[in-house]
């Protein structure tokens, strides 16, 4: 998950570096050409500020592009986040195809080597494994700043327009709220809606039994962030931890099923997660 910049401290950085350095009282002789050197100041800015949403709009073209190498350019190699921005680019690359992002709402403050960019955006996509069309939307605060090659990408805040699906959280189902003794788990179908993971065509799951078992199956995607299957291996033997087949000996019985998944981007800014879900299994 890219590291996201809380909003006051870009405010905070592009107000620093709008500052004068020099904070002297000018002399009386100057005063009445201040405005001539304000209103250059703002020009300046404006300028400034045109040239860094110009290397925001390349670089997401870049990205729509699948040009990594391109995208790597315009970013600053010291931002957090850095090479998990490269790893996420690479991946919607082979995840997505006609992939296009339209920006609207936007307004840019700049200073004299820092920019700000605020601006709401919509992300649209074929899937590569279904052509099923997809659809992302968000609002993101971009923190740019110039160095002496131009202006680079140095942080984000708000929601990531790089990332699959922009952080969301997963969901777990079980087609029951219960199930009877081991045939009626083998007859369970599992689900887990990710919209992060769209495109990378099955995910790890872990299932967990009172008993002690443990087992890791993996889901086929569906569609679009959907992972499932229709069936989960059971039998009533003595328990045996990653055999392939859940173990549902009758002495066990009543005991819980769970099932554990890592959502690794679950959004706002969370750390990677584990979610769980749990149902009952009866004699």
Do not use: C
Request: net charge neutral; no cysteine; hydrophobic share 40%.
């Amino acid at each position: 998950m890219l590291t996201r910049v809380p909003a006051r401290m870009i405010a905070a950085l592009l107000l620093a570096t709008s500052i004068p350095t020099d904070a002297a009282e000018p002399d009386t002789a100057n005063k009445a050409a201040e405005p001539t050197v304000r209103e250059e100041k703002l020009v300046a800015g404006f300028a400034e500020g045109e040239k860094a949403q110009a290397a925001f709009d390349k670089m997401i073209r870049a990205y729509e592009a699948g040009d990594v190498l391109q995208l790597q350019s315009y970013l600053d190699p010291s931002m957090i986040g850095y090479q998990r921005l490269l790893d996420g680019a690479r991946s919607d690359a082979n995840a997505f195809k006609k992939l296009r992002i339209h920006l609207f709402n936007s307004r840019v403050m700049a200073g004299p080597d820092v920019a700000v960019i605020e601006t709401n955006w919509e992300k649209r996509f074929l899937g590569v494994t279904d052509l099923q069309a997809g659809k992302h939307a968000g609002r993101s605060m971009v923190l740019m700043h110039r160095d002496k090659t131009g202006w680079k990408f140095a942080a984000l805040a708000g929601d990531n327009l790089f990332a699959g699906a922009s952080g969301s959280l997963a969901s777990l189902s079980f087609s029951k709220q219960s199930a009877q003794n081991y045939t009626g788990v083998s007859t369970t179908a599992v689900e887990v809606l990710d919209q992060d993971m769209a495109g990378r065509r099955s995910i790890q799951v872990e299932f967990t039994v009172a008993n002690g078992d443990r087992e890791v199956f993996t889901l086929t995607e569906t569609s679009l962030g959907k992972f499932g299957r229709t069936s989960l291996p059971s039998g009533n033997n003595a328990v045996v931890t990653n055999s392939g087949t859940l173990d549902f000996p009758p002495a066990s019985l009543p005991t819980t099923l769970t099932m554990r998944y890592l959502d690794q981007n679950p959004g706002d800014g969370r750390p990677p997660s584990t979610l769980s879900k749990t149902i009952s299994v009866t004699p």
